[in-house]
């Protein structure tokens, strides 16, 4: 297994398809794109949208593009309306006459984001036929051990209640369960620097 190393552009195509596949079965993903078999496709297209518009963050972190870790710094989580504007044109066929709920979802999300400073773990996920071996918590490694280090708490919105119980033991306890509409639940977690 190689280090942990912050990803580059030339990381995306493999990285975004490695994220796909973490997230096939996530059940947002599965809210925003119900179409099973169009599904890996879409999602693979808004991993490598997610991924070029975060790299210049330089808190991007991969292990043999098996996994990613996707973190904004400190006020820089929020994804800009171009952006938004941009991943939205490029997915509108994935999406069809569900956009509004979803926009209107995410929105609902958005406004519960923390505004103290913090790093936001915006996504983790590590193929599946990786999971299970410590990438993950790999991944998470550079920066928390600068949260912990620098006193700057984190967030996350976990989509998986089976992941909350991971990241409870990285030291991040819920705030909220929000549920999307029509849709699944989110719980938004919150680590203080240790």
């Known amino acids: 297994m190689q280090d942990v190393r912050k990803a580059v552009a030339d990381d995306v195509p493999a990285l975004s398809t490695a994220l796909a596949a973490a997230f096939d079965d996530d059940p947002v993903i599965g809210w925003v794109f119900p179409d099973a078999r169009r599904r890996p ?36 989580w929020k994804v800009s309306a171009g952006q938004q504007l941009d991943m939205l044109v490029r997915l509108a066929g994935g999406l069809g006459l569900r956009a509004a709920r979803i926009l209107g979802g995410l929105h609902d999300v958005e406004r519960r984001h923390p ?5 936001y773990l915006a996504v983790l996920g ?28 984190a967030y996350l919105e976990s989509s998986k209640e089976r992941n909350v119980d991971y990241y409870s033991r990285h030291g991040f306890r819920v705030t909220e369960e929000l549920r999307l509409p029509e849709g699944p ?7 203080e620097p240790r």
């Not at 496709?41 to 972190?61: N, S």
């Not at 036929?129 to 051990?145: C, D, H």
């Open 126 to 153: 590590v193929e599946p036929e990786s999971q299970g071996r410590g990438l993950g918590t790999a991944l998470m490694g550079p920066v928390l051990r600068a949260c912990d280090a620098d006193g700057v708490p």
């Open 41 to 76: 496709r879409f999602a693979r297209r808004l991993f490598a949208l997610r991924l070029r518009h975060v790299l210049d963050q330089r808190e991007t972190y991969t292990l043999d593009n098996r996994g990613g870790a996707l973190w904004a710094v400190p006020g820089q």
């Open 185 to 191: 639940p989110v719980w938004l977690m919150w680590r």
């Open 115 to 119: 505004r103290e400073p913090h790093y």
